[in-house]
């Protein structure tokens, strides 16, 4: 009975640190170059907070790659900030 007290705790212990790490890696993506899907091209993104910003909202804001095939960065709602003119 007494293993089990001490077992339970770091099983405990051990999850939370790998959940830790898997939730940080995640993130180490912003720090490349974004693109977004526009319609059925990936377009540069800008600058997150000057360009754009990735809304509240289900599905993918970002990508990353610059080639086929690009991959999910950022979750959310792709907001471009301001409309560029002509």
Do not use: W
Not at 28 to 37: T, W
Not at 47 to 65: E, F, K, P, Q
């Amino acid at each position: 009975m007494n293993k089990a007290k001490l077992v339970i705790p770091a099983i405990a212990i051990v999850i939370g640190v790998f959940t830790a790490f898997a939730s940080t890696t995640k993130q180490s993506c912003i720090s490349e170059p974004q693109y977004y899907l526009n319609g059925t091209m990936y377009s540069p993104a800008g600058v997150l907070g000057r360009d754009y910003i990735c809304a509240n909202g289900s599905g993918t804001c970002t990508y990353i790659g610059g080639t086929s095939p690009y991959q999910p960065c950022q979750s959310g709602i792709y907001t471009p900030l301001h409309v560029r003119s002509s």
